[in-house]
């Protein structure tokens, strides 16, 4: 899968070509992300469209490239830079290619500052909701951007500089510090506010509708309804009156294939088990499970706990430390690298669904495999070509004895998350954070065992609750906490000590691909470090990471 448009080689266009054909498009739109801590929201916003958004490079993609690609549009993130004093690495040639820019922030500066308009620091600032009014007397085409907007309306707002008024740029809208806040230049429009932040900007989504539709002249929506049905219609063809057994895990892709089988299968209880596993999952996966599956009408729910088959699978085989002892055998023979943990987790993921699938009855396994799964697993195109394998899913090639379906393997996220939209899985399942199919034994240094495995989900459970109850969760992409294999010196209470170190990071990411550290709150990383050393006595310290991808992964393993 292409990640991230960095140049129109061979590759990437043959990439492109397959993913269009994966959506059912001819049209792509090409997002150029500057560093914005809301760029996700972004490409999220784009998602709910169903428009086909290439996040893109801004270093790497000249002009050129750009020509070969032949977007409908073009979206400009806002970023943490100035225009006059650093301005990000962009082709401004790409400005003058005639195709529909939207610029967002920093974005409307640059190309303002292009056509020779003044940006400078304003002499107030403008952060949070301020009320936006869009200027009178201008024809429709001028208000394209805005149709179905009222005349004032609440933006989120999140910059120090300004665009000065000038000749060339048609104003479309003003707030209290900033005389344009919108505004168009021939094919390039641009907003000083973020509409991709709801609910603060109300009307964001249906600025972004405008764009792509109204202005770019967009034809292709993935058909969200259309597949929809016509998965649900192959399910009922193919299960009968046969009974299924889900792998539910509380994201997006399983909870959206619940739904699909909940349509095929008619609500018919007695027909379909849903199992999720506990061990090494997130604490609050199985909440979200409880709260959303756990008492259905069409479904039956099954908690099953392997976390004794994890740490066995994970650790030491027992005849061996029964004879070296459990500390020396783990440090031998227990799994302490990627490839590893992966490995064994699938193993056990097998083995307990294939378990539940006797015990119910069933005639199929279900799962939420995506075809990016299938892709990074190194699975072919759909030409069948052989590609790389970038990492081992849990979910893909499992070999089980029953017939697995698969409803979502021919989707990406964004398009299976639009299918759930369109059947009603609620949104708090779709847009939660991802999270690693070997689950907590990727954020365990080394050996896992059922003291780290602990620490880990108390760990975990702290932060995401915090980001939570600050309101950060939904502002970073992605967030996690790590045991390391570091101990430092403590006290606790009038004794000195000895606890884990505990290193918390959250990143700002639109898709994964890069992804810059979070510049969370001091008096919220103090608050979080405090609560994890009081509430877990193992633990004697809390580091926050601070680099970015690349050099580093998302992920500690």
């Not at 061979?10 to 397959?18: L, N, P, Q, S, Y």
């Not at 009603?424 to 495995?453: C, M, N, T, W, Y």
């Not at 990471?545 to 992964?553: A, D, F, G, L, V």
Request: proline share 5%; charged share 25%.
């Amino acid at each position: 899968m292409l990640y991230t448009f960095k140049g129109a080689t061979a590759g990437a266009i043959r990439e492109i070509a397959e993913e269009m054909k994966i959506r059912q498009t001819q049209e792509v739109f090409l997002f150029f992300s500057l560093g914005s801590q809301f760029d996700h929201l972004i490409k999220q916003a784009m998602d709910r469209l169903g428009v086909f958004c290439l996040v893109s490079d801004p270093a790497s993609v000249t002009a050129e490239d750009v020509k070969e690609v032949n977007p409908k549009g073009i979206i400009l993130s806002g970023g943490p830079v100035s225009v006059y004093e650093k301005p990000p690495p962009f082709g401004g040639r790409i400005f003058n290619l005639g195709i529909p820019v939207l610029g967002i922030c920093l974005g409307f500066q640059l190309w303002a500052k292009h056509i020779g308009a003044r940006v400078g620091r304003g002499k107030k600032a403008e952060f949070g909701t301020h009320p936006f009014f869009r200027s009178a007397g201008l024809d429709s085409l001028s208000n394209g951007l805005f149709a179905g907007c009222p005349e004032e309306m609440p933006v989120l707002e999140s910059h120090g500089d300004i665009i000065e008024s000038d000749w060339r740029i048609t104003i479309l809208g003003r707030t209290e510090n900033a005389p344009v806040a919108a505004g168009r230049f021939e094919h390039l429009w641009g907003v000083q506010f973020h509409p991709e932040v709801v609910p603060e900007t109300e009307y964001g989504p249906q600025i972004f509708d405008n764009f792509c539709f109204k202005i770019c002249g967009a034809k292709d929506r993935y058909p969200a309804e259309n597949a929809a049905k016509r998965k649900i219609k192959e399910l009922r063809q193919q299960i009968g009156g046969q009974k299924m057994l889900l792998a539910l895990s509380g994201g997006s892709d399983s909870s959206t294939v619940a739904y699909l089988l909940k349509e095929a299968l008619k609500g018919r209880k007695e027909q379909l088990r849903a199992v999720y596993i506990r061990g090494i999952d997130r604490p609050d996966d199985e909440a979200y499970v409880l709260k959303h599956f756990g008492n259905q009408d069409w479904l039956t729910l099954k908690i099953i706990d392997a976390t004794e088959q994890f740490l066995a699978a994970l650790g030491c085989p027992r005849w061996i430390k029964a004879i070296l002892g459990e500390r020396l055998g783990n440090w031998l023979f227990a799994k302490k690298f990627m490839r590893g943990k992966r490995l064994a987790v699938r193993r056990v993921y097998k083995r307990v669904l294939e378990a539940a699938a006797k015990q119910y009855g069933a005639s199929f396994i279900a799962q939420g495999t995506l075809y990016t799964d299938i892709s990074e697993s190194g699975g072919g195109y759909t030409s069948g070509a052989k590609k790389a394998q970038i990492k081992i899913h849990h979910n893909v090639d499992l070999g089980f004895s029953l017939p697995e379906i698969t409803p979502l393997d021919d989707c990406v996220k964004d398009a299976g998350r639009n299918i759930g939209r369109e059947i009603g899985v609620p949104e708090e399942l779709l847009i939660r954070h991802p999270f690693p199919g070997p689950g907590q034994a990727v954020r365990i240094e080394g050996a896992v065992d059922s003291v780290k495995l602990k620490i880990a989900r108390q760990a975990d459970s702290i932060f995401i609750e915090e980001l939570r109850k600050w309101q950060l969760y939904d502002s970073v992409w992605q967030a996690g906490a790590v045991v390391t294999n570091s101990v430092t010196t403590c006290t606790k209470g009038d004794d000195a000590a000895s606890g884990y170190v505990i290193a918390l990071w959250a990143v700002w990411s639109v898709n994964g691909f890069t992804a810059r550290w979070a510049r969370l709150p001091d008096d919220f990383l103090d608050l979080v470090s405090r609560r994890i050393t009081n509430e877990i006595r193992e633990v004697g310290g809390v580091a926050y990471r601070i680099s970015c991808k690349p050099p580093t992964t998302i992920e500690w393993g």
